[in-house]
């Protein structure tokens, strides 16, 4: 089955450092893939997404690219703020034969960034 | 337009209690999903539906049942609340091909 794997935290930054959060997937077919980021004590919301293969999604500074060859989604921010203290899910969804495009979640990864 | 709404925000129920959680969306997607997040286990889908009337499980579905008699609404149940069902409960919903909108949570605890 689809399955995604991300880097466990948590991970803790200073301000202005450099981010990276790796992320590798499983799955059939060509899936869309995706960076959700939860607030504290807020629901999940889409921070960018990428449909195919060499995409690159951004949003609000952050990056990642679609790489079908190493199965790869890393995130990643140039410069952090505290306000990017949150925690990032990657995902992913199959859109192969018109299925129920259902939401395959890694398990989260923890990001403080101290001032 | 107030997106995915969720009621309760936060319950407790002791084991046994059965309860109900209510996910509301005004955008006509057509697409409804129930999660559960856990700590260190991300989100995990109980079940979702693809249009009014159908419904289908997920990965963890036991224990719940659902139910989305209007297209705007998509009911969780819990028969007998169980203490490994203190969760935080999310509800989302998508158009066909589009990203899935989460609403704000529901966080259950059962004694």
């Known amino acids: 089955g689809d399955s995604v794997t991300q880097m466990e935290g948590p991970v803790t930054l200073s301000e202005e450092a450099f981010l990276t959060i790796n992320c590798t997937y499983t799955a059939t077919g060509y899936p869309s893939l995706f960076w959700y980021v939860q607030y504290p004590g807020e629901g999940l919301q889409l921070l960018l997404k990428a449909t195919k293969a060499d995409d690159k999604g951004s949003n609000k500074g952050f990056e990642a690219t679609y790489r079908k060859e190493t199965t790869s989604f890393h995130l990643e921010k140039g410069s952090v703020q505290v306000s990017d203290s949150a925690v990032y899910f990657c995902a992913l969804s199959a859109n192969s034969g018109g299925s129920n495009y259902k939401l395959t979640f890694g398990k989260g990864t923890l990001l403080t960034v101290n001032p | 337009n107030a997106g995915v709404t969720q009621t309760p925000k936060f319950r407790v129920l002791k084991t046994g209690q059965s309860m109900t959680l209510l996910c509301a969306q005004d955008?006509?997607?057509?697409?409804m999903y129930w999660y559960r997040q856990d700590p260190g286990m991300g989100l995990r889908l109980i079940h979702y539906s693809v249009g009014e009337g159908t419904t289908a499980k997920g990965e963890v579905p036991d224990g719940y049942n659902v139910s989305r008699l209007k297209k705007q609404n998509f009911l969780l149940g819990l028969e007998s609340a169980a203490p490994s069902q203190t969760s935080v409960y999310f509800c989302?919903?998508?158009?066909?091909?589009?990203?899935?909108?989460f609403g704000p949570g529901t966080r259950l605890l059962v004694l």
């Open positions: 955008m006509n997607h057509e697409y």
């Open positions: 989302a919903s998508k158009h066909r091909e589009e990203t899935q909108y």
